[in-house]
């Protein structure tokens, strides 16, 4: 569920950082750079500004819980359930010798589900169809480059926060068969993952806090809901094809506005008969969004 996050710790004194780095063995591999001590703890970044007694942390706690605790290995394509959470905060908590609730969530927030696609190539035939997401307004996916190879990953971009789906087993360089979508939302800031939270302080324990699990899923669920996309051609008529492209591309709905407008109603009947068909990959994909999700909640 989470990832990536941006840890602050106050009033935490040279004397307890020295205590930090001997408790990580790491008393003797600390660099220090423009008024910040820098140290790595596995692959999270610890900054400690001693100027201000002020110990910040950044990266993904999934990926530390699988290297630092479980010796698995840099790698966060598995499921971070609730319990591995849980055993993350607790061990960072006994090596800070600070409590969660005194570890406040600032900057960057990343949460989201890990999904197996089974016979569907996670970009080609799923990611690559998603067009838009259409809130106030429509904001549509962009295919991010990758200068390794074909492109695995689309966002769509908002003022606080985007959206991010990719093939987990090519960023992961997993074998082929892996077939893994995540489906993630990244806040950019604290203020967004405090409407979220609705929180006006926010705490590495509140990650304890199953409500707050609840909260961000359904804004990932809320998501996904709200995305505008395009059928398999072989599954529909090609006028049928054509509604659905109008539906959910910004620049064909730019293009023919009036169109658009005047046949909104038919536009939109076909779209969301063919993202909510039963049968159809778009269901499935929703339908292994929320049974990832209970069994995060269960282990």
């Not at 004397?15 to 063995?25: A, C, D």
């Not at 696609?117 to 990611?127: G, V």
Request: glycine letters at 4%; aromatic letters at 16%.
């Amino acid at each position: 569920m989470f990832d990536g996050v941006s840890l602050e710790v106050r009033n935490f004194t040279h004397e307890n950082f020295n205590q930090f780095l001997e408790n990580i063995g790491q008393i003797n591999n600390c660099n220090y750079s423009r008024g910040r001590k820098i140290v790595f703890w596995s692959n999270l970044r610890v900054y400690y500004f001693s100027n201000e007694n002020v110990l910040r942390i950044q990266n993904s706690l999934h990926k530390f819980y699988n290297s630092e605790i479980n010796n698995f290995g840099l790698y966060n394509h598995d499921d971070f359930t609730y319990s591995k959470v849980e055993i993350t905060i607790n061990y960072i908590e006994n090596k800070l010798n600070v409590s969660s609730n005194e570890i406040y969530l600032k900057g960057k927030f990343e949460y989201g589900l890990n999904i197996q696609t089974f016979k569907y190539n996670p970009f080609k035939d799923i990611i690559d169809r998603f067009q838009s997401i259409v809130t106030t307004a429509t904001n549509p996916f962009y295919v991010l480059y990758n200068e390794n190879g074909k492109p695995f990953l689309k966002f769509c971009s908002f003022n606080q926060y985007k959206i991010k789906i990719y093939d987990k087993g090519k960023q992961m360089e997993l074998q082929s068969r892996s077939k893994i979508m995540r489906y993630e939302i990244v806040n950019h800031n604290s203020i967004k993952t405090k409407k979220v939270f609705n929180k006006s302080i926010i705490t590495l324990n509140d990650l304890l806090d199953k409500e707050i699990w609840n909260r961000c899923f359904y804004q990932l669920l809320k998501s996904y809901n709200n995305i505008r996309v395009l059928p398999f051609p072989d599954e529909v008529s090609i006028g049928d094809y054509s509604k659905c492209l109008l539906y959910s591309s910004l620049i064909f709905k730019n293009d023919y506005y009036k169109v658009y407008k005047k046949n909104y109603k038919d536009l939109k009947l076909v779209h969301n008969s063919i993202k909510n068909n039963e049968s159809g990959v778009y269901f499935l994909i929703r339908q292994k969004l929320e049974d990832n999700y209970r069994q995060l909640l269960l282990n």
